[in-house]
């Protein structure tokens, strides 16, 4: 585990030479290589194998020689001396021990003095892996992994055993990842590099599983969803990077062989905890920096945007219950990225910010950390953000059912009270889809909420100021007679319901997900107590309003109404604008030393401000006119 911390510290510090993608991994599979080989090789300090042995020497000067052509950095010198170190030891047959040690430290010591990517981008299928192996592998390797497929006979060296339990247990995803997309010269296992990579690392872990039995994977799950100190531990990387036996150090031999069982065939269960989500971000910050280096800055840009969307914003909600603050640094940081990475700017100021979001990504981690959740974090994290979300959407429903009632148009009721139960149900079924089904998107997120949030201000704009305009009308009994009839029409109330469902199911996406992510956090019955609370809460709050509306004067209840809502709509402007900013479809220029409330839905960037002062400039000449009607 701690070696693959390093290695993905290290990626995103963004302090080393940028080298040769290749020539690292080729070094990095040579080592990896002499670390597991090496006692075919030796023992006791003598030759057991002569064709190993000269090959474990050609693989130590190989790497020294492709090491020797690197790009000049700090750290190099070192690792020539690392270099000469390992072939010393080789030459003079030191114990496997000691070689496997100097061939992994070689290897995370190169990867930090030359990033590379070390994670796959996206969850491997192991299904896909499945019917890759039998396509390409099982004719040498066998069908179940044990070396003697039909086309074995006469190679030499003979192919590799998968299902034995010891080499297995040696071999990292990320080093099966890096033999399949090179092969390994002077044998018959060539590369397989033609298939894209996302083939490659499912391939990986569908070969990476042979040795593991399937009975040892329902043991593993069980293990897995019943410690939480495990699930929070455990990201994509290290499942990538570590080796079994490295977990079998930490967690006994039985755990690591189940754990590495269950995982190994369900690398998406690891996606789900949040810190696996924050090292995705870490790992799309990696490659945007890369990207820009080669001058890609439009590839940079959308992979800086993953990292937001995909790695940071399905953790955003819940890190804002345990630290508000840290939420609101890191997402600005985000969005001052991505601006300056579309303005071009030099390649170190892009390291320095991503060097700066990887310590606040350590402090969200330490935020996030299961053992932190106490039942009183759960319980009001649960009740905060379910009274902060209701209570917007609460409020235009009840404003919406009171004018109803006093308009005397109880007919267009059922059309209203159908959208916000349809609502809630369609949040149900969300957080069932979410759940079970298939993992929503940071972009879908956001553009839900956006366009959601954007349509219901554009009929609230008009509404305020609708309201507005009778609030002091003598007339407004004979315009309620006369017109209103056809104002709620069966269409227009069809378009109640829409407004009702829109405002309420935009609220509910939000809250569902928050509770789809702190339900892990092991205090579920905090979680009920919470939302139970705030229900009650909400419950008060609704009955006080519709009492409070029912003795209010119709023209104070308009004049009160649409100040209501002419308010709810700059929010909701502000909000609708901010969440398309984050699903990357409107540009982001960061207003400096700004003001941020999301209270209101202010926030400090120069598209979401001018929105919402364009909108407040419309319902005020909208109320002007309203007013200029009244005199004339």
């Not at 990986?204 to 009975?215: H, K, M, N, Q, R």
């Not at 819940?318 to 840290?326: E, I, M, P, R, S």
């Not at 640094?329 to 910010?353: H, N, Y």
């Not at 996406?509 to 107590?529: C, K």
């Amino acid at each position: 585990m701690a070696f693959c911390f390093l290695l993905s510290l290290q990626l995103i510090s963004g302090v080393a030479v940028r080298a040769d993608t290749d020539s690292v991994l080729t070094i990095w599979r040579l080592l990896d290589y002499v670390a597991v080989d090496y006692r075919e090789a030796v023992r006791d300090g003598e030759v057991i194998n002569a064709d190993e042995y000269a090959e474990m020497v050609e693989f130590a000067s190989t790497a020294k020689g492709k090491l020797d052509a690197l790009p000049s950095s700090g750290e190099k010198g070192a690792l020539l001396k690392q270099a000469a170190d390992l072939q010393a030891a080789i030459e003079r047959k030191a114990a496997p021990e000691v070689v496997a040690t100097l061939s992994r430290s070689f290897a995370a010591d190169l990867v930090k003095a030359y990033p590379v990517p070390l994670a796959p981008t996206v969850v491997p299928e192991f299904q896909r892996g499945k019917a890759l192996y039998a396509e390409h592998c099982a004719s040498c390797h066998g069908v179940s992994g044990n070396g003697k497929g039909p086309a074995s006979e006469g190679l030499n060296p003979p192919p590799i055993a998968f299902t034995d339990k010891e080499r297995a247990g040696e071999r990292s995803i990320f080093a099966l990842y890096q033999v399949i997309g090179q092969g390994i010269d002077g044998t018959s296992m060539a590369s397989f590099a033609h298939l894209p990579s996302q083939d490659r690392w499912a391939l990986a872990f569908y070969v990476g599983s042979l040795a593991y039995p399937t009975e040892d994977a329902a043991r593993g799950e069980q293990l897995w969803k019943a410690d939480p100190g495990l699930r929070s531990r455990t990201t994509l990387a290290s499942l990538v990077g570590d080796r079994p036996v490295t977990l079998a150090a930490t967690l006994g031999e039985d755990t690591a062989n189940r754990l590495t069982a269950y995982l190994r065939r369900n690398p998406d269960a690891v996606v789900q905890t949040s810190n696996a989500s924050l090292a995705l971000a870490r790992s799309r910050l990696s490659e945007a920096v890369l990207a820009y280096e080669k001058g890609n800055r439009a590839a940079a840009t959308d992979l800086a945007l993953s990292a937001y969307l995909d790695g940071f914003e399905p953790v955003e909600k819940l890190l804002a219950v345990h630290d508000g603050a840290l939420m609101r640094r890191i997402e600005a940081a985000m969005g001052e990225l991505r601006s300056t990475l579309q303005r071009g700017e030099a390649v170190e100021d892009i390291r320095s910010q991503v060097r700066v979001l990887d310590g606040l990504f350590s402090d969200a981690e330490a935020a996030l950390d299961p053992r932190q959740a106490t039942a009183a974090s759960s319980f009001f994290g649960a009740f905060t953000v379910l009274l902060r979300e209701a209570l917007e959407a609460m409020l235009i429903v009840i404003v919406m059912l009171t004018l109803l009632r006093k308009t005397d148009r109880r007919d267009a009721e059922p059309y209203l009270h159908f959208g916000w139960i349809s609502a809630l149900a369609a949040g149900a079924l969300t957080w069932v889809a979410a759940t079970y089904l298939i993992a929503i998107s940071g972009a879908h997120r956001e553009v839900t909420e956006g366009l959601g949030s954007l349509f219901a201000a554009v009929i609230l704009l008009w509404v305020g100021i609708w309201m507005h305009g009778k609030s002091q009308a003598d007339t407004w009994q004979r315009y309620i007679r006369d017109k209103l009839g056809h104002a709620l029409s069966r269409q227009s109330a069809w378009g109640l319901f829409g407004l009702t469902f829109i405002v309420v199911y935009r609220e509910v996406f939000e809250t569902i997900l928050f509770y789809a992510a702190i339900w892990n956090g092991g205090n579920s019955s905090a979680v009920i107590a919470g939302a139970a609370a705030a229900v009650a809460v909400l419950i008060v709050i609704a009955w006080a309003l519709l009492r409070f509306g029912r003795t209010l004067p119709v023209g104070k209840f308009f004049a009160y109404s649409s100040a209501l809502l002419a308010v709810l709509c700059v929010v909701l402007v502000g909000k609708g604008v901010a969440a398309l900013q984050e699903a990357g479809w409107l540009p982001v220029t960061p207003v400096a030393a700004f003001i941020r409330l999301e209270v209101v839905g202010l926030y400090p960037t120069v598209q979401g401000i001018s929105a919402q002062v364009a909108t407040a400039a419309i319902l005020l000449i909208g109320f002007w006119r309203n007013e200029r009607r009244r005199v004339a």
